[in-house]
């Protein structure tokens, strides 16, 4: 999520005014979350998640109906999880200044919706894995044949010859050095 939060303030900084709002809607839909952006003196809101005022992690005013459970900050961005106080889904809270600092970034995220991405890779991931791992399998074996079958069609010929056998002719098409030799 950091990450995309990075993402967005470099887009919207680099975004005319009529094209922000797609962007903070493609956010908050993708993470399911409440988002404030404010840049150049224009307001963007989204919110998916209904928290209520009182619900939400606030730094700049005086409720603090939240606790905190973690807290990040790297002077760029600052995030942290906070409990629910009516003990519903923890929320993760972004607060990010956009590059130019002409403006910031504040999103609530469900904590669950970041354990259902996560498990969805977890579960996922086996998968791919097992595709991945399959797909190389059957690569090797093909490729491999592509390169044992004119070796063993000029192995054999070779044994007809020294055997003496009349009319023997090797025919390999592999249109490479193989094909050269044999002709």
Same mark, same amino acid.
């Given at each position: 999520?950091?990450?995309?939060?990075?993402?967005?303030?470099?887009?919207?900084?680099?975004?005319?005014? =009529?094209?922000?709002?797609?962007? +903070?809607?493609?956010? $908050?839909? *993708?993470?399911?979350?409440? %988002?404030?952006? /404010?840049?150049?003196?224009?307001?963007?809101?989204?919110?998916?998640?209904?928290?209520?005022?009182?619900?939400?992690?606030?730094? =700049?005013?005086?409720?603090?109906? +939240?606790?905190?459970? $973690?807290? *990040?900050?790297?002077?760029? %961005?600052?995030? /942290?999880?906070?409990?629910?106080?009516?003990?519903?889904?923890?929320?993760?809270?972004?607060?990010?200044?956009?590059?130019?600092?002409?403006?910031?970034?504040?999103?609530?995220?469900?904590?669950?919706?970041?354990?259902?991405?996560?498990?969805?890779?977890?579960?996922?991931?086996?998968?791919?894995?097992?595709?991945?791992?399959?797909?190389?399998?059957?690569?090797?074996?093909?490729?491999?044949?592509?390169?044992?079958?004119?070796?063993?069609?000029?192995?054999?010929?070779?044994?007809?010859?020294?055997?003496?056998?009349?009319?023997?002719?090797?025919?390999?098409?592999?249109?490479?050095?193989?094909?050269?030799?044999?002709?």
């Amino acid at each position: 999520m950091e990450n995309d939060v990075a993402s967005l303030c470099e887009k919207i900084a680099n975004t005319p005014d =009529s094209e922000r709002l797609p962007l +903070v809607t493609e956010f $908050a839909g *993708k993470w399911w979350a409440d %988002i404030s952006v /404010s840049y150049d003196g224009y307001i963007y809101e989204m919110n998916l998640l209904n928290v209520n005022e009182t619900e939400r992690l606030h730094y =700049s005013g005086t409720t603090e109906d +939240v606790s905190i459970i $973690a807290e *990040k900050s790297d002077g760029k %961005i600052k995030i /942290s999880l906070s409990q629910n106080p009516k003990d519903g889904t923890d929320f993760f809270y972004v607060e990010r200044i956009l590059p130019n600092e002409n403006g910031y970034v504040k999103a609530t995220v469900s904590r669950q919706q970041i354990e259902d991405a996560v498990s969805t890779v977890i579960v996922i991931l086996p998968i791919t894995a097992f595709l991945c791992t399959l797909i190389s399998i059957l690569s090797a074996l093909a490729y491999s044949h592509m390169l044992t079958k004119p070796i063993k069609q000029i192995s054999s010929a070779t044994k007809q010859m020294q055997e003496l056998t009349s009319d023997v002719h090797c025919e390999i098409h592999t249109h490479d050095e193989m094909e050269a030799v044999v002709r």
